[in-house]
């Protein structure tokens, strides 16, 4: 039952792949052969009316295996391997009780922002953060992050999440766990070797505060402006989090993953 699950999931995610066109995926791509040839860009080698503004490509690495895909598979190429990133997420959902309707909701709210796009790396990333932070192999996280900075700006939810879980822990053990810092620490470290320097968490910044930004973004649009299934599909997540944690009384959600 699992094994056709999960290829059901799969065959939905690259149906959507396949069929839908992020509008960046050009640009993308145009941005990776840029960077191969005339090297990271430290202003807006697109731009006609501001060609000198200070630009921080936080996806440059990933604009070059995009442009890379493009020339050797294609898009349907992409859409095969983006599948695969977002059936790998989905999969690492840890394996408790009634877990199989988390993942079919899951499946509502990201099928409306699959496709071949960057975030999807963040997703994945996220779920082996989840995954890995309290296991042996949560020393490689560092390693993770700075690969995951170059990649696309999602790194800094990853920080913000692992934050909040070691701060959580903390509170919940009552002792301060030197390891679990400084882990979280050297990850952060890990954020600033990138082409960019510090200035890859202001353009963050710029655009978490930009409120022109989140007027133009659809994705950063609050529910109440654009109402979709997925924020449905959320919510309904949100409250079995909330009744599963109030039924045990306890707020410990990463125990036993």
């Not at 490689?140 to 070691?166: E, Q, R, S």
């Not at 509170?171 to 390891?179: A, G, Q, S, T, V």
């Amino acid at each position: 039952m699992h094994k056709w699950m999960w290829i059901l999931i799969f065959l939905a995610f690259l149906g959507i792949g396949l069929v839908a066109l992020d509008p960046d995926y050009g640009w993308h791509v145009a941005m990776g052969k840029y960077i191969l040839v005339d090297g990271i860009p430290k202003t807006d080698p697109f731009s006609y009316t501001m060609p000198s503004y200070p630009f921080v490509d936080h996806e440059w690495l990933l604009n070059i295996l995009m442009y890379w895909g493009e020339v050797s598979i294609g898009k349907n190429g992409l859409a095969v391997i983006f599948a695969l990133v977002t059936t790998g997420a989905l999969y690492l959902v840890p394996r408790k009780k009634g877990w199989e309707l988390g993942v079919i909701l899951a499946v509502g709210v990201l099928a409306f922002r699959g496709g071949v796009r960057p975030q999807v790396l963040d997703w994945f990333l996220v779920a082996v953060l989840w995954r890995m932070w309290q296991t042996k192999y949560k020393w490689w996280l560092p390693v993770i992050f700075l690969v995951w900075v170059n990649l696309h700006g999602g790194f800094a939810i990853g920080i913000l999440m692992w934050l909040f879980m070691v701060f959580v822990k903390t509170i919940e053990d009552k002792k301060l766990k030197i390891e679990d810092w400084t882990n979280w620490l050297a990850s952060c470290l890990a954020t600033f070797v990138n082409p960019y320097g510090w200035r890859i968490w202001w353009e963050v910044w710029m655009q978490i505060t930009d409120r022109q930004l989140r007027q133009n973004i659809n994705e950063w649009q609050p529910c109440y402006v654009t109402v979709e299934p997925a924020f449905w599909f959320l919510a309904v997540l949100i409250v079995m989090f909330i009744y599963k944690q109030f039924k045990e009384r306890n707020i410990i959600w990463w125990r036993d993953l």
